[in-house]
């Protein structure tokens, strides 16, 4: 199993600290400790998430996570949800930000110096600031009770099943290598997507 990485982890792996940043870490936090599981060292836990936004990069530093191990699912809903399961105990969460919630009940003002900040037009003082108030929005993000952010709900049905590894095989068309599941028949001819689409 691997240890619990901290948030400031989680800052060096996406770059930049950010409000979607921590409550994707503090979203897997709570996953987490409501299923009673560990950090997956594997794929011991499995998260599905339903957007592609910075959130989950904080999820996959707290939770071991990845696209590339297979128990982390993407679903483009754009919605702030994740969903997560214990291989071990077959049990699942989904962990909701709350339709009310919003970083303005922690600062604010701090929509407003953002965009500022972002537009292009803060002054030194003001981008400054914003540093500033950005750490406290997102410790405040770390620090707030779970329900004033989050809706946890228990999920019925099973872990998505294990990862499975499956051979590769030219398209006859472009010849560059495809997992062969997921060639596209068209014409005779086993495709790649991209070339399926032309």
Same mark, same amino acid.
Do not use: W
């Given at each position: 199993?691997?240890?619990?990485?901290?948030?400031?982890?989680?800052?060096? &792996?996406?770059?930049? @600290?950010?409000?979607?940043?921590?409550?994707?870490? /503090?979203?897997?936090?709570? %996953?987490? $400790? *409501?299923?009673?599981?560990?950090?997956?060292?594997?794929?011991?836990?499995?998260?599905?998430?339903?957007?592609?936004?910075?959130?989950?990069?904080?999820?996959?530093?707290?939770?071991?996570?990845?696209?590339?191990?297979?128990?982390?699912?993407?679903?483009?809903?754009?919605?702030?949800?994740?969903?997560?399961?214990?291989?071990?105990?077959?049990?699942?969460?989904?962990?909701?930000?709350?339709?009310? &919630?919003?970083?303005? @009940?922690?600062?604010?003002?701090?929509?407003?110096? /953002?965009?500022?900040?972002? %537009?292009? $037009? *803060?002054?030194?003082?003001?981008?400054?600031?914003?540093?500033?108030?950005?750490?406290?929005?997102?410790?405040?993000?770390?620090?707030?009770?779970?329900?004033?952010?989050?809706?946890?709900?228990?999920?019925?049905?099973?872990?998505?099943?294990?990862?499975?590894?499956?051979?590769?095989?030219?398209?006859?068309?472009?010849?560059?290598?495809?997992?062969?599941?997921?060639?596209?028949?068209?014409?005779?001819?086993?495709?790649?997507?991209?070339?399926?689409?032309?």
């Amino acid at each position: 199993m691997t240890g619990t990485r901290s948030f400031e982890d989680a800052v060096s &792996f996406h770059g930049h @600290r950010c409000p979607g940043l921590a409550l994707g870490y /503090r979203a897997a936090g709570v %996953g987490l $400790a *409501a299923l009673g599981a560990d950090p997956a060292g594997d794929e011991e836990v499995v998260a599905v998430v339903e957007n592609d936004a910075c959130g989950v990069d904080g999820l996959q530093v707290r939770t071991g996570c990845t696209f590339g191990k297979g128990n982390l699912r993407f679903l483009d809903y754009g919605k702030h949800v994740y969903t997560f399961y214990d291989r071990a105990s077959g049990r699942g969460v989904r962990v909701a930000t709350r339709p009310d &919630f919003s970083t303005a @009940r922690f600062d604010p003002d701090f929509g407003a110096l /953002r965009d500022r900040v972002q %537009g292009g $037009a *803060a002054t030194a003082e003001e981008r400054d600031e914003f540093e500033r108030r950005l750490r406290g929005v997102c410790d405040a993000i770390l620090a707030a009770p779970a329900e004033e952010i989050f809706v946890v709900t228990p999920v019925p049905s099973p872990p998505p099943e294990p990862a499975r590894i499956h051979r590769s095989v030219p398209c006859d068309e472009c010849g560059e290598s495809v997992a062969e599941h997921r060639l596209v028949e068209r014409d005779g001819k086993r495709l790649c997507i991209p070339c399926a689409e032309r």
